[in-house]
């Protein structure tokens, strides 16, 4: 008789079983615990409770003004909108009394009291007040007398243009006034301190970070534009309506041209004069109101005499000055702005060079050190959100540091000659000495 022998069980077969069954008992105890729970369980006791009340039912006194302003805001925001004073297509007329920039009139609002003990900021010990975003209010003051903003007056001003080739072209005026002066923002320095200056460019190309520059920066902060910006003269009227004087950028030739698209209008040092002058007149004709020019690029025609002389010569005859953002050859640069009278300053920094808080930080410093050594600086940077934010931040603490900071126009220097005071002091594109100390 045959042996009889059992097929070997599955282990798939085995496996799954056992997983059933204990699904099965595992579930059946776990839904009788749920059952105990919800027969005889309290649901008040289920968890922490809170109650929250939609206003605060006590009747405590707000804390007295001093107080409040204890705590640091030295970076805290405030935007003061700067309204649009026309369409998209309009002229975007000025209101007979000015700009609206939503602060009450001095005699329409009440004066902050400050106490004796209130907090200043460092660098502040001769003075007493409150330090609110970085800017000192003292006995007496408000806060919107402090930092209230002057509009400049509407381009054009009556003079400074003129027809030709049928393009209006700035030029200086019969008595004498030059758009560089009449277009730069007013500058008091009474405490003869060390001065900044900071321009921030690449704008018109981006609305959301042109609005944001010309908007949030303070109005010693000089802006400036592209040439080939979409509503260019209406950026230009909101800049200066709150505040700020603005320069034209000029696409010049760099080195490594050819590599990149080509501006129309760029200026080449192979071109001829009259061609590079005819462009340089298209590009003044964009828009008026700038105090002067801007380079883009350029390191190439700026290492060329020949064709670099007549383009300032140009600039410097229509009364405009002309800021080296620090990528042109400085001996160069410096020996043509005297040799064309030209109001001229290079820029010591390119303040966002790197697009890092630790990188613009360092800049920074650079800026005040050499500010403290020899009087004044000037940083150049672009509208990006970073550097917008850094210079918003940075700007306010500069009182504290015993800086001024000031617009461009009052460090563009015009070149010394026989009749002139000392080429080492720092001037104004006028012939006026300003209030800046260059020793420091």
Do not use: C
């Amino acid at each position: 008789m045959a042996n009889r022998r059992d097929a070997e069980p599955s282990p798939l077969r085995a496996g799954v079983l056992h997983t059933g069954l204990s699904l099965l008992v595992f579930g059946g105890i776990a839904g009788a615990l749920g059952a105990v729970v919800i027969l005889m369980g309290d649901p008040s006791e289920a968890g922490p409770k809170q109650t929250l009340a939609l206003f605060d039912t006590t009747n405590s006194a707000a804390p007295p003004l001093k107080t409040r302003l204890k705590t640091d805001i030295v970076t805290a925001n405030q935007t003061l909108e700067t309204p649009d004073f026309g369409d998209e297509t309009g002229s975007g007329d000025l209101p007979d009394l000015g700009p609206d920039l939503g602060i009450d009139a001095p005699d329409e609002r009440a004066m902050a009291a400050v106490a004796p003990d209130a907090v200043v900021g460092e660098g502040d010990a001769d003075t007493t007040g409150v330090r609110i975003n970085g800017k000192l209010v003292k006995p007496g003051e408000s806060y919107g007398e402090v930092t209230r903003i002057a509009s400049l007056e509407r381009a054009p001003i009556a003079g400074l243009t003129e027809r030709l080739n049928g393009m209006t072209l700035p030029r200086i005026s019969p008595e004498g006034r030059a758009p560089a002066d009449a277009y730069a923002r007013p500058f008091i320095n009474t405490g003869n301190k060390p001065v900044v200056a900071v321009v921030v460019g690449g704008l018109g190309i981006n609305a959301t970070h042109t609005k944001s520059a010309i908007d949030e920066l303070p109005p010693e902060v000089t802006l400036s534009f592209a040439p080939d910006a979409t509503s260019l003269q209406l950026w230009i009227n909101r800049a200066r309506a709150a505040g700020h004087e603005v320069l034209i950028e000029t696409p010049m030739e760099a080195y490594d041209y050819g590599r990149m698209k080509m501006h129309p209008l760029t200026l080449l040092a192979s071109e001829d004069e009259a061609r590079n002058k005819a462009r340089l007149d298209r590009i003044l004709s964009r828009s008026t109101g700038y105090f002067g020019l801007i380079n883009s690029q350029g390191s190439k025609i700026g290492d060329d005499e020949a064709a670099m002389k007549p383009v300032l010569e140009a600039v410097s005859e229509r009364g405009l000055a002309f800021i080296d953002d620090g990528g042109l050859n400085a001996p160069n640069m410096k020996q043509l702005s005297g040799e064309t009278r030209l109001r001229y300053v290079r820029a010591d920094s390119a303040i966002d060079a790197k697009l890092s808080a630790e990188d613009i930080s360092a800049e920074f410093m650079e800026l005040e050190s050499q500010a403290l050594e020899h009087g004044a600086a000037l940083g150049a940077g672009y509208a990006f959100p970073i550097t917008i934010e850094m210079v918003k931040a940075w700007t306010a603490s500069l009182d504290q540091k015993g800086i001024v900071l000031a617009p461009v126009s009052a460090l563009a220097a015009t070149a010394s000659s026989a009749e002139n005071p000392a080429e080492d002091s720092v001037r104004t594109g006028s012939l006026a000495q300003p209030p800046v100390n260059p020793h420091g």
